[in-house]
């Protein structure tokens, strides 16, 4: 198989004097089922269309493959999804046919038009469509953000069973199900790996406890050498001193002695060097993983939230119930179901949004709420001026956002320009630094790096806050939920 081979690439978007990548060297097969992993901003996106050839960079990337991007831009989504299946793709209909059904969408969705596909069945169809293009290589991205539970895992099987992309995504489910490979965007590094996230996930805390331990010894040698150092310069010293008044021969056997202590400082300092210079080596590439803390209040009342035969309904449908829900204290609910099920609907009411529903929903008098909602679109201004406008404590919001890995430098930008992790990342911090007897977040990890899921996940586990949430992340909810609310 081709190779797709990246020589010493350097990159910085202009205007800025910060390296995204610096000399980077390494080489990828593509017949391989490559996962893309690393930290939010550490850039991923960057590196995909850097493949497309979008900007100027020094060094060389060489590959035999032409290369197409999910997600796909639609120009005319009125067209039927045939029709814009086929403007890309040249496969006859039963190969569509047969591509969808491997995706559990219908086969008339091919004569509907593709506007009126959900996102979800969007997602799908495309996929389908660029699979199907012969000699090309897939670089798709975050494909997940529009599938729920079960279309993420319909799609990761159906990734399996195909060879020759890259795949950004931050669910370790989905990335477990369909790649042979990983590669990570580290601190200081970037590499390549055989196997899935979990193996990956599994070698980096080997190494990273190999490193803290190695590093640990070399700090207790080092701090020995000098001590045998100072020691041995004492020595020396007081025997230099002892050669005044001396007789002659006494002179030059403490000379030679005096020497000899020199020399065994000399050889101390050098090992001592050494020893340093190896530790310098160590921890460049290992993840901040800074413990996020939460302090929930506590209600006088058992059950915070409760619902009686509640049912959404629009108009003459019933979207779903009718529900009996009870949230006690410490509980953690997750309401999952598939896109359209009434999900977000639930949290709205709950939130107060006029709602069409029958039956009831209740909560604690004097119930304080955090919420997280799922858009990000209404934030702007810095995240200073966020958090004034939120009335939070400034310093515990920046805080937070350094713990979750979020560059200083963002802190003076305007918050529209913020990538989709990094708006994610600004509502998580707004809520964490909020106390409250219940948090409801409407799926809070959309483009949130795995490595800040996991500082959530440590966070609820000490915490347990009282909680209702909506999330796809098959492995965070069988994580975090205590109770599962299936609609």
């Known amino acids: 198989m081709s190779q797709i081979r990246v020589n010493d690439l350097t990159f910085h978007y202009e205007g800025s004097y910060d390296n995204i990548f610096e000399h980077t060297s390494f080489s990828i097969d593509t017949s391989w089922k490559l996962g893309f992993v690393g930290r939010n901003g550490r850039g991923k996106t960057t590196f995909l269309k850097l493949l497309l050839g979008q900007y100027d960079y020094e060094g060389a990337i060489s590959a035999s493959v032409a290369f197409d991007y999910f997600p796909f831009p639609v120009e005319d989504d009125s067209l039927t999804t045939e ?63 529009h599938l729920d539970m079960e279309g993420r895992e319909v799609v990761s099987q159906y990734l399996n069973g195909k060879q020759g992309f890259i795949l950004v995504s931050h669910d370790r489910a989905f990335l477990d199900g369909c790649v042979d490979h ?25 190494q990273d406890s190999f490193e803290l331990a190695e590093n640990e010894r070399l700090a207790r040698e080092i701090s020995d050498l000098r001590l045998a150092a100072r020691r041995t310069a004492e020595w020396s010293d007081r025997v230099e001193r002892s050669k005044i008044g001396e007789h002659a021969l006494d002179r030059g056997f403490i000379g030679a002695k005096s020497a000899r202590m020199m020399k065994r400082a000399k050889a101390t300092e050098r090992r001592q060097d050494n020893a340093a210079r190896e530790k310098e080596k160590l921890l460049k590439d290992l993840e901040r993983n800074d413990t996020l803390k939460i302090t929930p209040l506590r209600h006088h009342a058992d059950i915070l939230v409760e619902a009686l035969d509640l049912a959404i309904v629009y108009g003459e449908r019933t979207v779903c119930g009718p ?165």
């Open 323 to 487: 529900l009996n829900i009870a949230i006690r204290q410490g509980e953690r609910a997750a309401l999952s179901g598939r896109n359209g099920s009434g999900k977000s609907s639930i949290v709205k009411l709950l939130m107060g949004e006029a709602i069409p529903h029958t039956g009831t929903l209740r909560t604690a008098s004097g119930l304080v709420v955090s919420y997280m909602p799922q858009d990000t679109s209404f934030l702007s201004g810095t995240v200073l001026d966020y958090a004034h406008a939120c009335g939070l404590d400034e310093t515990l919001f920046l805080t937070i956002l350094r713990k979750l890995d979020f560059p200083r430098v963002q802190f003076e930008k305007d918050m529209r320009d913020f990538s989709g992790g990094q708006k994610k990342k600004a509502l998580l911090a707004k809520t964490l630094s909020e106390r409250a007897h219940l948090y409801v977040w409407d799926e809070p990890l959309n483009f949130v790096d795995v490595l800040s899921r996991m500082q959530i996940r440590d966070l609820l586990l000490a915490a347990k806050p009282t909680m209702l949430f909506v999330e796809h992340d098959k492995t965070f909810v069988s994580e975090i939920a205590t109770q599962w609310v299936r609609l």
């Open 83 to 145: 029709a814009v299946f086929t403007s890309i793709s040249d496969a006859p209909r039963w190969r569509l046919e047969k591509e969808l059904n491997l995706l559990d969408v219908a086969p008339d969705a091919l004569d509907r038009a593709f506007s009126t596909l959900s996102p979800g069945e969007q997602t799908k169809v495309l996929l389908a469509a660029l699979f199907s293009r012969p000699g090309h290589f897939l670089l798709i991205d975050e494909p997940t953000n």
């Open 182 to 206: 990983i590669l990570s965007i580290n601190r200081a590094s970037i590499e390549v790996q055989k196997g899935n996230f979990s193996s990956w996930e599994e070698n980096r805390r080997r």
